[in-house]
C-alpha cells in the first residue's frame, strides 16, 4: 500500500502561484508513476499533470501547459505541483495519485493510490 497525503493549497489571486506537494509513503516511491488530477464542485474529477516512471516523461493537460510544472523526488518520497498564472477557473480540490501498472496516464481508474485533496481557490 501507499499512503499519499497532500498540502499546500490555499486561497491566492489570480496571477499568483501556489505549489502542492504530496509526500508518499508505505512502500517503494519510485515504483510508481505520479500524476495530479483535480475536481471542481459539480464536475468529474480531470487530469492535470502526471509523471511517469523516468521524470523524462511529462504529460500536461493543456489548459494548465505552460503554466503547471509537475516534479517528484524520488529520495524524498515527494511530488510537486507548481502553479504559475492561477486563473478562477483553477479553482477545484486537487488530488495527487499514483499507479504501479501501465496504462493511459489520463485516466483516473488507472490510478490504484489516491490523496485525501486540498483545496484551491482562486479569486478574481
Known amino acids: 500500500q501507499l499512503q499519499l497525503v497532500e498540502s499546500g493549497g490555499g486561497l491566492v489571486q489570480a496571477g499568483n502561484s501556489l505549489r502542492l506537494s504530496c509526500a508518499a509513503s508505505?512502500?517503494?516511491?519510485?515504483?510508481?508513476?505520479v500524476a495530479w488530477f483535480r475536481q471542481a464542485p459539480g464536475k468529474e474529477r480531470q487530469f492535470v499533470a502526471a509523471m511517469g516512471w523516468s521524470a523524462e516523461n511529462t504529460y500536461y493537460a493543456d489548459s494548465v501547459k505552460g503554466r503547471f510544472t509537475i516534479s517528484r523526488d524520488n529520495a524524498k518520497n515527494m511530488v510537486y505541483l507548481q502553479m504559475n498564472s492561477l486563473k478562477p477557473e483553477d479553482t477545484a480540490v486537487y488530488y495527487c495519485a499514483a499507479r504501479s501498472r501501465y496504462g493511459s496516464p489520463f485516466r483516473t481508474d488507472n490510478y490504484d493510490y489516491w490523496g485525501q485533496g486540498t483545496q484551491v481557490t482562486v479569486s478574481s
Open positions: 508505505g512502500r517503494t516511491f519510485s515504483d510508481n508513476a
